[in-house]
C-alpha cells in the first residue's frame, strides 16, 4: 500500500510527461446538483493548483460528466495515458470493480492510450490532517468563532442537536 502513503514531497510530477497526462477525479455523483458542482470545484482549484494541464471531473453514476465523457475529453486534448482518481475513501466495491470496468470499457476506443485507476484517498496520512480540521472548523462554529464551513453553508447541519 505504498502508493496510498505516498507525502507529496515523495512525488516528483517533473519525472512525468505531464504535458500528455490526462487525470479524472471521479467521485459517486449525486442527484442533488449541488455535490455534483463541488466536485467541479475542486476539480478546478486542483488543476489550477498542480502542474497537470489535463484534467476532468467525472461521476460513477448519476450526473454527468460520466467517465467515458471524461475519458474522451482528455484525450481530445492531447492524453496519451490517463489516471483515473477515485474521490472515495475506502476500496469498496465501486472502486474494486465498477471504476474499473467503466474506464476499460471507456478507454476501448482509444488502443494506443494506457490507463491506471488510482487508489482512493483511503489511508493517506494528510486524512488525518483533513478530519482534525473538519472537527476544529466546526468547533469553532458551533462556538460561534467560525462561519459555516463551504458543506454545510445554508443546510442548518452544522449545529449541535439532542435526541427527541
Known amino acids: 500500500m505504498k502508493c496510498m502513503n505516498q507525502t507529496p514531497t515523495e512525488l516528483n510530477p517533473n519525472d512525468h510527461d505531464l504535458a500528455h497526462t490526462g487525470i479524472i477525479i471521479v467521485d459517486h455523483g449525486s442527484r442533488r446538483e449541488a455535490s455534483?458542482?463541488?466536485?467541479?470545484?475542486?476539480?478546478?482549484?486542483?488543476?489550477?493548483?498542480?502542474?497537470?494541464?489535463?484534467?476532468?471531473?467525472?461521476h460513477m453514476?448519476?450526473?454527468?460528466?460520466?467517465?467515458?465523457?471524461?475519458?474522451?475529453?482528455?484525450i481530445a486534448r492531447g492524453a496519451k495515458k490517463v489516471l483515473v482518481c477515485p474521490y472515495f475513501l475506502l476500496p469498496g466495491k465501486h472502486w474494486h470493480q465498477d471504476i474499473p470496468d467503466l474506464t476499460k470499457a471507456a478507454a476501448k476506443?482509444?488502443?494506443?492510450?494506457?490507463?491506471?485507476?488510482?487508489?482512493?484517498?483511503?489511508?493517506?496520512?494528510?486524512?488525518?490532517?483533513?478530519?482534525?480540521?473538519?472537527?476544529?472548523?466546526?468547533?469553532?462554529?458551533?462556538?460561534?468563532?467560525a462561519d459555516e464551513c463551504e458543506s454545510c453553508k445554508g443546510t442548518g447541519r452544522c449545529k449541535l442537536q439532542k435526541p427527541e
Open 109 to 145: 476506443k482509444y488502443p494506443d492510450v494506457s490507463f491506471v485507476v488510482t487508489a482512493p484517498i483511503g489511508l493517506h496520512p494528510m486524512m488525518r490532517d483533513v478530519i482534525s480540521s473538519r472537527i476544529e472548523h466546526c468547533l469553532s462554529h458551533i462556538e460561534g468563532a
Open 36 to 58: 455534483n458542482k463541488m466536485l467541479e470545484a475542486f476539480v478546478e482549484a486542483f488543476a489550477e493548483e498542480t502542474e497537470y494541464s489535463i484534467v476532468e471531473p467525472a
Open 61 to 74: 453514476e448519476l450526473a454527468e460528466p460520466s467517465i467515458e465523457t471524461a475519458f474522451d475529453k482528455c
